[in-house]
């Protein structure tokens, strides 16, 4: 955890070892409305376990009880006020990535995994809450082409735990979703020829979903699938408003979205080119819009002159604004070392997280 009255980090706690190098493992973090800490340790298809890890006292990243081992994957848990855990995650099922949801009072017993989409050959998706109100967005891989190949922008939200799905403007769904020609669809990219990567989601001021992705022309990298280019669509109450920002040299580049109570809309995110040109990730740049969405400005590069490329910039729930995003480096073609940083909400500093503890509290570089 990060200290706001005294600027310092602790030595971190060894949670759990995976034994693997694969990233896909990556787990999600949640409190719920007591303050205990979950850990969702996710895994890359069936071939590992998954768990979810509960803090034993709240606040407290000291010591954790294992609560549930399972095989999900992508898990993004929203605590509902009141009424418990909505866990949207990703589950492998004879070669798809299907989008399931489990539902859980306490964090400890959970319910059974329900479909929700199960299109052709699967999904990635982005979610948000806001009170009771979770909502997803999410592309889809045609059988044609692939797990390379996702393409299309879909969105649906619930409004009571997953016991009932709708569109945006209110008709209801069916789960699992399970043909490409949905109700659910936001945008046909599949007829425009480019693949669609979920980046982040919000609601706005008037709670209209926001969703942020990225259209490319192919899953290589390299310059030949130019331009990558970072979109965001906002339901106006009427329709999907569908504006583009820039653009960026590689399909993984990730940013997060952010929506401040002055209107003004940002998103922090690598679309500066990085010393391993067209590598995952870049140069962290701050954009900012003052017209939801429509046009969009760059205030402030974060990054310069890096050694390694940045990317995977995670935006923590309800953001105090000395820690307002959190992201690695590491090199895009090799094994290097990989520092972890944070920026304030003006991106006007930037701090690296000790890479080595000599004592029991450290106070991270400035380094920008």
């Keep these: 955890y990060y200290d706001h009255a005294t600027g310092m980090v602790p030595r971190p706690t060894i949670l759990l070892h995976k034994k693997t190098s694969d990233a896909h493992d990556n787990p999600t973090i949640s409190l719920d409305d007591k303050g205990y800490i979950f850990i969702f340790s996710n895994s890359h298809g069936g071939g590992r376990p998954a768990y979810i890890h509960r803090s034993k006292k709240p606040f407290s990243v000291d010591d954790f009880d294992l609560v549930l081992t399972d095989r999900f994957s992508y898990s993004e848990p929203w605590r509902i006020p009141g009424a418990g855990f909505l866990f949207l995650h990703t589950r492998y099922t004879g070669g798809q990535r299907r989008l399931y949801f489990m539902t859980s009072v306490d964090g400890i017993k959970w319910g059974e995994p329900k479909p929700l989409s199960q299109m052709e050959k699967g999904h990635y998706q982005i979610s948000a809450c806001k009170n009771s109100r979770v909502g997803t967005a999410f592309n889809f891989h045609p059988k044609k082409g692939g797990l390379d190949y996702r393409t299309n922008l879909y969105y649906m939200e619930t409004l009571d735990m997953g016991q009932s799905w709708k569109t945006v403007d209110g008709k209801p769904l069916s789960i699992p979703l399970l043909t490409s020609d949905s109700l659910s669809l936001v945008h046909n990219y599949q007829s425009e020829n480019l693949l ?106 974060l990054t310069q002159n890096s ?37 304030d909400a003006g991106g006007n500093h930037v701090w690296r997280l000790p890479t080595r503890m000599e004592g029991e509290y450290a106070k991270p570089e400035m380094v920008k």
């Design 196 to 301: 669609v990567y979920m980046k982040d989601m919000q609601f706005d001021e008037q709670g209209n979903p926001v969703i942020l992705f990225l259209t490319s022309k192919g899953f290589e990298s390299g310059p030949q699938n130019d331009p990558r280019t970072w979109r965001v669509a906002r339901w106006n109450g009427a329709q999907w408003d569908i504006n583009a920002i820039t653009d960026s040299d590689n399909n993984y580049d990730f940013g997060s979205l952010y929506m401040e109570k002055n209107g003004v809309w940002k998103i922090i995110a690598p679309t500066n080119p990085g010393p391993q040109a067209y590598n995952t990730g870049g140069e962290i740049v701050l954009w900012e819009s003052r017209d939801m969405g429509k046009s969009w400005k760059k205030t402030r590069e």
């Design 307 to 343: 050694k390694y490329n940045h990317t995977y910039v995670r935006r923590p729930l309800n953001a105090h604004p000395d820690f307002y995003a959190f992201w690695a480096d590491g090199h895009g073609r090799e094994e290097s070392p990989s520092a972890l940083y944070f920026t």
